[in-house]
T-cell receptor, first 113, second 109 residues
């Protein structure tokens, strides 16, 4: 079975540019989570969706960050404009409705110059 | 506020030298405690979920235990391939998980 798929795996961009990260959850999972991981702050939850509806976006750092889930098999996390302090690894995770366990994707390493 | 503290930050073991990692937590209404393994450049990989004090789960050389205040991940006779960062997370009210900072384990041959 395919796990959570994220793209791109690596992204290097310049300050001020728009960045879009993509995630395909595991088929049949109805919850999707976006996390950010840095050395300083560890893994932090940014936002999560349940049945494609955003439930809690209190972890989104600023209005520069936005996330969408137009259907059950796709989600995006957008940063506009990007800043060097956004450099981190961004993970997407999904969870089935029958369990509390989240399954993580391989992550996108973002570098903003 | 929910808190998760993992210790030690780093642990170096010789192959075959058993040890334990600690995860202390303070949450209101624990719904689950999770252990994940993370290899460099990869996403966290699920290991165990524990729901109530006294519960234990095992997988190969790993055993996770849970009390009302902490969880231990016991590693018996570790091998170099067990080297990774081990993350603990708790789920309280709501659906989100709070992660600890992790323990970086190195097992030398």
């Amino acid at each position: 079975d395919a796990g959570v798929i994220q793209s791109p795996r690596h992204e290097v961009t310049e300050m001020g540019q728009e960045v879009t990260l993509r995630c395909k959850p595991i088929s049949g999972h109805n919850s999707l989570f976006w996390y950010r991981q840095t050395m300083m702050r560890g893994l932090e939850l940014l936002i999560y969706f349940n049945n494609n509806v955003p439930i809690d976006d209190s972890g989104m750092p600023e209005d520069r960050f936005s996330a969408k889930m137009p259907n059950a098999s796709f989600s995006t996390l957008k940063i506009q404009p990007s800043e060097p302090r956004d450099s981190a690894v961004y993970f997407c995770a999904s969870r089935p409705g029958t369990s509390n366990t989240q399954y993580f994707g391989p992550g996108t390493r973002l570098t903003v110059l | 506020e929910d808190q998760v503290t993992q210790s030690p930050e780093a642990l170096r073991l010789q192959e075959g030298e058993s040890s334990s990692l600690n995860c202390s937590y303070t949450v209101s209404g624990l719904r689950g405690l999770f252990w994940y393994r993370q290899d460099p450049g990869k996403g966290p990989e699920f290991l165990f979920t524990l729901y109530s004090a006294g519960e234990e789960k095992e997988k190969e050389r790993l055993k996770a235990t849970l009390t009302k205040k902490e969880s231990f991940l016991h590693i018996t006779a570790p091998k170099p391939e067990d080297s990774a960062t081990y993350l603990c997370a708790v789920q309280a009210r709501g659906n989100d998980m709070r992660f600890g900072a992790g323990t970086r384990l190195t097992v030398k041959p």
